[in-house]
């Protein structure tokens, strides 16, 4: 006589709502019911509602023999903290995934001409012109404030330091927003604008990376030039000493160089002072040598393409070789973020700093 089982149907498996704050559609494990995590878009902090059990049916249950129930889905691993940043969940505070966070299989992969594009969204047109206008607005209410007392010039002297600190915290989020698949710039919720002080602090992570890079070239050259220069001006000798670029000046800045974008890709995804891990940097230069050198080599020609640019400012043109700047800045931004896409695997970020 055969022995029958019920059916047994797990519960379904994914909870989907749409968040509180901005009404964008979410997508979580059904594990994760009734906890809290962070939306992806609006980064505001919602309530993951409960699973609603089916209405009770009168219809008979049917049996079949020797029904085993469908395995659970696996919860997905987190290996490394920078998998929540290309997912959308975070490993400890289950925030709710998106639909939208991992590309679907039929999206196109990502071109050339995607490169030049990712600045022209909507909230991408409005940062640009933020960024290419606001020092200069800036500079003329500095002028206007030259003559008033000094507490405008400290206000004008504070709005330059917040307009940098957004301009860097927004080429971070390029950065993740490329990592993820996104063709063009991303978007910020005005809702969760990042403070002052926050702001001063992406300012000075952004200057100690490239103090970590660049200090012991300008440790050389104020060695070996600016401190004789100050001594012999101490003493009233008018010639400074004669010096020039040597071959250990071009081997610390080449070094510099080298070493830059893959400080400001850490700086940009882990958003603290891991950034300034001289171990974390090498391993992970030395797990993507080959691809990384390229890499190097393309911020190389991006900067030579900035410093050409620079020259047009003595013919008047100076707004428009900063315009022309910033535009780079948004393609470099867009090529870090891919370039940690395709090697994250490979990066050694694996230890949760």
């Known amino acids: 006589m055969e022995e029958n089982t019920p059916d047994q149907r797990p519960p379904e498996s994914v909870i989907r709502f749409n968040c509180t704050f901005c009404g964008f559609q979410l997508r979580v494990p059904s594990i994760y019911a009734g906890k809290k995590g962070k939306c992806p878009k609006c980064k505001n902090t919602v309530l993951i509602p409960q699973l609603v059990p089916p209405p009770q049916q009168d219809e008979?249950?049917?049996?079949?023999?020797?029904?085993?129930?469908?395995?659970?889905?696996?919860?997905?691993?987190?290996?490394?903290?920078?998998?929540?940043?290309?997912?959308?969940?975070?490993?400890?505070?289950?925030?709710?995934?998106?639909?939208?966070?991992?590309?679907?299989?039929?999206?196109?992969?990502?071109?050339?001409?995607?490169?030049?594009?990712?600045?022209?969204?909507?909230?991408?047109?409005?940062?640009f012109i933020l960024f290419w206008f606001g020092p200069f607005l800036l500079g003329l209410a500095g002028r206007m404030f030259a003559a008033a007392c000094c507490y405008g010039q400290l206000l004008v002297i504070a709005a330059y330091i917040a307009l940098l600190g957004y301009f860097y915290y927004y080429l971070?989020?390029?950065?993740?927003?490329?990592?993820?698949?996104?063709?063009?710039?991303?978007?910020?919720?005005?809702?969760?604008?990042?403070?002052?002080?926050?702001?001063?602090?992406?300012?000075?992570?952004?200057?100690?990376?490239?103090?970590?890079c660049f200090g012991p070239m300008i440790l050389?050259?104020?060695?070996?030039?600016?401190?004789?220069?100050?001594?012999?001006?101490?003493?009233?000798?008018?010639?400074?000493?004669?010096?020039?670029?040597?071959?250990?000046?071009?081997?610390?800045?080449?070094?510099?160089?080298?070493?830059?974008?893959?400080?400001?890709?850490?700086?940009?995804?882990?958003?603290?002072i891991a950034a300034l891990n001289p171990f974390l940097i090498i391993a992970s230069i030395f797990s993507t040598f080959i691809s990384y050198c390229a890499l190097a080599l393309l911020f190389c020609v991006i900067g030579l393409l900035m410093n050409f640019v620079g020259q047009l400012q003595p013919g008047g043109l100076f707004v428009l070789a900063w315009g022309i700047d910033v535009y780079l800045l948004f393609i470099a931004a867009y090529i870090l973020g891919r370039f940690f896409r395709r090697y994250e695997d490979r990066l050694n970020w694996e230890v949760k700093l």
């Open 60 to 127: 008979p249950i049917r049996l079949v023999h020797d029904a085993e129930p469908p395995a659970e889905p696996a919860r997905p691993a987190y290996s490394s903290p920078q998998q929540w940043h290309r997912t959308g969940v975070e490993p400890d505070n289950v925030a709710a995934n998106v639909d939208k966070a991992v590309p679907s299989p039929e999206q196109k992969p990502a071109t050339l001409l995607n490169v030049f594009t990712f600045p022209f969204s909507m909230a991408g047109v409005l940062h």
């Open 172 to 212: 971070s989020s390029c950065i993740v927003a490329a990592a993820k698949d996104e063709r063009t710039a991303p978007d910020v919720s005005f809702d969760n604008l990042p403070s002052f002080t926050e702001l001063l602090g992406r300012v000075l992570l952004v200057f100690g990376c490239t103090l970590a």
């Open 220 to 272: 050389y050259v104020s060695y070996f030039y600016i401190w004789p220069a100050v001594g012999q001006f101490w003493v009233g000798s008018a010639e400074p000493p004669n010096w020039r670029a040597d071959p250990v000046y071009w081997l610390l800045y080449g070094i510099g160089v080298f070493l830059f974008p893959m400080f400001l890709l850490v700086a940009a995804l882990f958003d603290s």
